[in-house]
Structure formats: structure tokens, C-alpha cells
């Protein structure tokens, strides 16, 4: 048994698809089903129920989720403290971000941490806030940025950026977006959000009702690009900050004004459990600067930095 095996255990066990996580590992799917007989051959017992739908773990296999979850946690928690002690970057750095942040944030970021960094593998996934927290609450990501209106009582959290949400409509809606509209008002549109728990849905649900109206999206989806799309099509009105919708509006496909008092503030989280790497901190410094540089440049409206 070595860690890999139970690397690749532990991923087929959440894939519930031997397919499925060959291709999140990158592994041919031969060497992938050969790693698990090797670890079943030693243990001496079945791990998995293959049939065509894919995979079901026998009672062992659970039993052996558990302990495999505490082991490699174990293993990053010792990578991660010495890790503070290189003077290069290096290892796996397993990140989250919101669907939100995709054009003026998550690819630019990616970008460049993977041209300095090349020591680093940078394992990012896309998710809400709500997924993203309880990942890195239970080790399956080192740090993430998430809203703040997720609670912070199990993390250490650092506020990055306010940013101001707009409503988006189609072409003929009118908006401006040097007019603010009311948060009242919204309830007047028929509205496209995401689902909850989402963190963009829990704080435009929560502003609504506070004004004594309430909403029935007509379509929910939790992807910020879908939801644009389904605006530009004339669709409905959405809610989102101006890192989700800046395509669309500027290629002249909806329109947007801002919302006034209502915001959403991004903030990177890291459980209290565990130390960040020299490569999360290196992350965590390129998030600041590439904010910064973005504000200064005049190409990120209703945005500021909190640090």
C-alpha cells in the first residue's frame, strides 16, 4: 500500500467512476483499475462493486475511506509545515474559486502563478461558496475564495475585495449603468439567479425580503456564465458583480445598472487546522496584487481592495 494507491482510491471513491477519476488524475484508465487491484490483492479484500453505472464501495471500501482520508490529511499537514521552511515553491496546491470570478480573476491568476511557479501543481476548482467552504473544511482544498456570508468560525479568513452587484437585463430593459436602481425594485423583474445556498442568491433573496417583497426565480443555475447567456437572450434580469457579467456587456450584449447599498465581499479562507504552504501564500499574494493592478488599471468597476 502507498499513498498514491490510496490517492487514487479516495478519488474513485468520490467519482463513484473509475472513468470519471482517470480523467480528473490525468491516469490512463488501465493503470488507474491496476493500482486498485494491486491495493485489493493486499488487503486482501474488494474495495469496489464495478457494474456498467460505475462503481459502489463494499463495506471495506468504507472503512478504508476513512482511514485514508485521516492518513492523507496527515501527509499534507506535514508537506505543508515543511513546505514554510523551502525557499522555492513546490507541490500541490489545491484552490477554489467562485464561477463569478472566471474572466478578471481566476484565469489571469492561473495563469501567471503557473509561469512562476512551475514547481507547483495547481489543482483548481470551480464552485459556490457553500461547496468551496466545506471543502476546505474538510481538507480537499487548501484555500479558496468564497463570500463572506459564509460563517468563518472554523476558518482563518482574509476579506480581499467589496464588490458592488448590478442588475443585468436584455438590450431593451433600459438600465444605465451610471443610474443605481433600488433594491425594491428588483422584485419587479422577472429574475434568473442562482440556487441556494449560493452565496449571490442568499444575499439578493435576503435584500429582497428585507424590503418586504418576495421572489420566485423562474430559472435557477449555479453558473454565472449561464446565467448572462440566458439575459442576453432576453431571458430574465440577474444579480451578479461586474466580474461576471463584464463580457457580455461589454460585447454589447445586455445592459446593466448598479444596485444600490448591495455588495458582495470575497474573501480567502484556510482552515484553522492547518498551515498554508509557501506556495497558498505565494497565491495568496499574487490574488492581492493582480486585484490591485486590475483596480489601478480602470478595467474592474465597483470593485475595492480590502488589504
Do not use: A, K, N, V
Given at each position: 500500500m502507498n499513498l498514491r494507491q490510496l490517492d487514487y482510491f479516495v478519488k474513485i471513491a468520490e467519482m463513484q467512476s473509475i472513468t470519471r477519476a482517470a480523467n480528473v488524475l490525468h491516469v490512463a484508465q488501465p493503470s488507474l483499475t491496476r493500482q486498485i487491484q494491486m491495493l485489493?490483492?493486499?488487503l486482501g479484500c474488494l474495495l469496489f462493486i464495478r457494474s456498467d453505472k460505475g462503481v459502489k464501495m463494499t463495506d471495506a471500501g468504507g472503512a478504508l475511506l476513512d482511514r485514508a482520508y485521516v492518513v492523507l490529511q496527515e501527509v499534507r499537514l506535514i508537506r505543508d509545515e515543511l513546505g514554510l521552511h523551502a525557499t522555492t515553491p513546490q507541490g500541490d496546491l489545491r484552490f477554489g474559486v467562485p464561477p463569478s470570478l472566471f474572466d478578471l480573476l481566476t484565469v489571469p491568476l492561473v495563469a501567471e502563478f503557473s509561469q512562476h511557479y512551475a514547481d507547483v501543481r495547481l489543482l483548481v476548482n470551480e464552485g459556490v461558496s457553500s461547496v468551496m467552504h466545506e471543502m476546505v473544511l474538510t481538507g480537499k482544498l487548501d484555500t479558496a475564495i468564497v463570500s463572506n456570508a459564509?460563517?468563518?468560525?472554523?476558518?482563518?479568513s482574509r476579506d480581499l475585495f467589496r464588490e458592488q452587484l448590478y442588475l443585468a437585463g436584455?438590450?431593451?430593459?433600459g438600465l444605465q449603468v451610471q443610474e443605481e436602481v433600488s433594491v425594491a425594485t428588483l422584485a419587479e423583474h422577472?429574475?434568473?439567479l442562482t440556487s441556494k445556498p449560493n452565496a449571490m442568491r442568499v444575499i439578493v433573496e435576503t435584500a429582497i425580503e428585507q424590503t418586504g417583497h418576495r421572489i420566485q426565480p423562474h430559472v435557477e443555475a449555479n453558473s454565472a456564465r449561464l446565467l448572462c447567456k440566458l439575459v442576453a437572450r432576453g431571458?430574465?434580469?440577474t444579480v451578479l458583480p461586474f466580474t461576471a457579467v463584464n463580457?457580455?456587456?461589454l460585447a454589447g450584449n445586455l445592459l446593466m445598472a448598479p444596485v444600490k447599498d448591495l455588495t458582495v465581499t470575497w474573501?480567502?479562507?484556510t482552515s484553522r487546522e492547518r498551515t498554508l504552504s509557501l506556495a497558498g501564500q505565494k497565491l495568496r499574494e499574487m490574488i492581492?496584487?493582480?486585484g490591485r493592478q486590475r483596480i489601478a488599471a480602470g478595467g474592474w468597476s465597483g470593485i475595492t481592495a480590502l488589504e
Open positions: 485489493e490483492h493486499e459564509e460563517p468563518m468560525g472554523m476558518m482563518r436584455p438590450l431593451d430593459s422577472p429574475l434568473i431571458c430574465g434580469y463580457e457580455e456587456y474573501t480567502l479562507i492581492s496584487e493582480l
